[in-house]
């Protein structure tokens, strides 16, 4: 029995190993820069922060992280 290993791409250089079922904020847990993001875009998709508990990462899924910038 042969199983696939269905990966999750965070930016260019990072794959974590995707499961049905994972959310934005189970992802992002998983991924050492991940708590300092206002937001993802999910196969080009904004996700805000208040959404990432709730937003289901698809399967093969391309996750760009949004990072906090201070300025004014």
Request: proline share 8%.
């Given at each position: 029995?042969?199983?696939?290993i ?6 260019d250089?990072l794959e974590?190993?995707w499961?049905s079922?994972?959310?934005v904020g189970?992802l ?6 991940g708590?300092?993001?206002a937001a993802?875009?999910?196969n080009g998709?904004?996700v ?6 709730h937003t ?7 996750v ?6 201070a300025?004014?």
């Amino acid at each position: 029995m042969k199983f696939r290993i269905i990966m999750v791409r965070v930016g260019d250089r990072l794959e974590i190993p995707w499961y049905s079922g994972m959310t934005v904020g189970e992802l992002l847990d998983r991924v050492p820069e991940g708590r300092e993001c206002a937001a993802v875009r999910v196969n080009g998709r904004i996700v805000a922060r208040p959404n990432f508990h709730h937003t289901p990462v698809p399967e093969g899924a391309q996750v760009h992280l949004v990072p906090m910038i201070a300025g004014g």
